[in-house]
């Protein structure tokens, strides 16, 4: 393992229609979004499991119970833990402070962007060998990936999750200190998992995926 005193939180909701993924399900269904939310979690996982980057810690909504993550901490050998917070922002600072409380440095991520990749953790990593943070971009204006040697609260209070001007604001609060890394795509709407199927060949998915992806309808 090539960063045992550190960990990698994932942050993920339990498939349940209606509550996932519901900017894409406004266009081809709740039960379809959800199926798409699950094979991103398995993509997500199954990639950083086989390169045994760090140990993983699952970060459950809205608990650990539901039997996808059950199923998860067997495959994947991740240990589970409970989201809490009134908002995303306090669900992470909640998470980065017990994870760093017993680790020299911790990132974070999701699993709506299916191009982060083992070797994109690694470097994250490897910029927290000499800054105090770093961050992913995303497209959108918000980010895919934070890590953390040392908990930042400002980061997390008063910030419009959701909106353009997260990446931004979330720089500026962190100074100097951060490094960035390349800017990344989520998958939350129709366009982006058109765009996955046509950029397929270069993110490494698993069959199933791929075939799932080949007739999904997406109007």
Known sequence: M??????IIIFCKAPEPGKVKTRLATTIGNEAATTVHEF??????EGLFKENIAPIELWCAPDTT????QYCASAYSVSLQRQW????????ENAFAQVLSNNKSAVIIGTDCPSISPAYLKSAFDC???????IGP??????VLLGLRQLTSCIFHNMPWGQDQVLE???ERLGREVIKLNTLWDIDYAKDVERLRETGTQIEL??????HLSVLKLS
């Open 169 to 171: 604001k979330t720089i």
């Open 138 to 143: 995303a497209e959108d204006g918000g980010y």
């Open 85 to 92: 917070g009134n908002d995303l922002g306090e669900r992470m």
């Open 66 to 69: 539901h039997e996808f993550f």
């Open 2 to 7: 090539l960063y045992p005193d550190s960990r």
């Open 128 to 134: 927290l060998e000499k800054s105090n943070a770093v």
């Open 40 to 45: 991103l979690a398995h993509h997500c996982l």
């Open 206 to 211: 698993a069959e199933d995926f791929k075939a």
